[in-house]
């Protein structure tokens, strides 16, 4: 190798450009099992953000199942999910356009099953006995919030409602017989990871539900319900403390596997999968201890948990059949694929790579976990990234700067498996921190429950701490450190900017400034997702405006770069302006890119690369560095 260049941190050249990571890259999402074919969603942000359904047969050959102008995604909850199902050959899908399903045999063009409207279906399933879909309706038709129904969807189009009690609705699933079905309902202000009811009953000859019975109690967060081989209904909940994996049978309630893991995750879209029915009374399952995911197999026989080896530590959307198991899979150096498990051996086959290029390993940083002290007597959790390229380094009293990251949600959790747009910053010179706040997921109920009430305190406590360590052992330079979020994560950000003074810049990613107009302007799914991180609005209007950056603008100090789509319904673009107008009146800093066609996250290869590059040359303005390469200076108002 040749020998390494001396040169500042940040910049250095690295071979994980932004246009390698928007044009060579695909999001691989729902994976579904046929027969001997394979199914799966890859989101491809080349083509305009485009999701196409692709179909691996049992000969090993690839066909891509939809013409170009189709894109199988759903609304409902504005995040989707759950936007195709298979069976027989036939795939019925949502078509991200009009909303409408769609069937086809993946030869013929698509055509259409139910009516144009203002109608989102989600959550597709098929019940095979009444030639049906079973799914979740989200209607806009009336006035205020769209009602949202658990319906069969007739394969002539006609829609029936199966239950319209709640709120909200999730996973409609039906027994192998097609005699029983069982789904997920959750009422205002409950969130799905807060309390999700789970429902059992029998269907009657005309498929109508008859006596549903409710099985998990007051409390509960119920995941993924299924019905086994042997009609048995199985379903992850909470009620331990951990999200563990439970059966519900003739004998009663028993738990399946105990442990304080997390068999389960926040509901933020539909068809989110943890486990599935192999052969010989066995399931395979995945699990997180503390963020890193584990592969396993319990024989339900004898209540035993076999831990399957695999090199990957981030894995999603389990399915599997006799002796195989499929998942998409990321590892510390590789970047995520759809992958084929032998469960008996553990080995593994690659189907298809999220990314056209693997990176060189000189160039990873493999993620470091941290736990470290934070207020109020409790840890955090987080992992820590070096800045990596063999083919530089820096003068020797030189420290990186620091990019400490919050994650969306805020009920979520961040990883530590191999992701370009860390590395991109790790392979030129930079440190990260990505942090696990508390409130995160994958470390239990309590962990999780902490953020209750302290939104926008606890959080970015958690985020200075977790900066403030790795200064004090060397690893960064404190007069160098930004934070960066996108969403919940972008009101961490701005928060921490706001109302701490510890980061010396921002980067807020259709961050959330307002939380007022969050309360009143944002879509149903959300809409009292702050009754128990902040308190109720308005009577608890005190909290709210205590812990808005809008309010407490005259407070910000230091740069900020904001990015926004401009179709955003989740957090609409009006809370970034009137944070953008505040600091351009103060002469701070400012940055506001926005992107017209985009809404709550970016899906286009053009903006991808845009808001990368920009960030990037928005740091090297502010930490006096030049960014290597051909990058667009970003213009900063004020600076």
Partial sequence: MEKSKLAPYGSWASPIDAESIALGSVRLGQIMLDGANIYWSELRPFEGGRTTIMRRDGGGADTEVLHSKFSARTRVHEYGGGAFCVDGGCVWFCNDTDQRIYMTDGVSDPLPITVEGPYRYSDLTVDRKRSRLLCVLEDHSGGGEPKNTLVAVQFDGLVETLDDNADFYAAPRVSPNGDDFAWIEWFHPNMPWDEAALYYSHLDEEGRVVN???????????FQPEFGPDGSLYYVSDRSGWWNLYRLSKGGIDCVYAVEAEFGLPHWVFGMRTYDFSIGGRIVVTFLIDGISKLGEIDLANGTLRTIPVPHIDIVGLRARAGRAFYIGAGTRAPSGLIEVDLGNGSTFGIRSSQDVIPDPGSVSVAQPVVFETADDEIAHGFYYPPMNDFFKAPADDLPPLIVKSHGGPTGQTGCAYDPKIQFWTSRGFAVLDVNYRGSTGFGRRYRQLLHGKWGV?????????????????????????????SAGGYTTLCALTFLDVFKAGASHYGIGDLEALARDTHKFESRYLDRLVGRWPEDRDSYVARSPLQHADRLSCPVIFFQGLEDKVVPPNQAEALVATLREKGIGVAYVTFEDEGHGFRQAINIRQALEAELSFYGQVFGFEPAGDIEPVKIENF
């Fill in 212 to 222: 549903p019975v409710r099985v998990t109690g007051a409390g509960e967060a119920a």
């Fill in 458 to 486: 606890a959080d970015i406590e958690d985020c200075a701490a977790g900066a403030r360590i790795l200064v004090e052992q060397g690893l960064a330079d404190g007069e160098r450190m930004a934070i960066t979020g996108g």
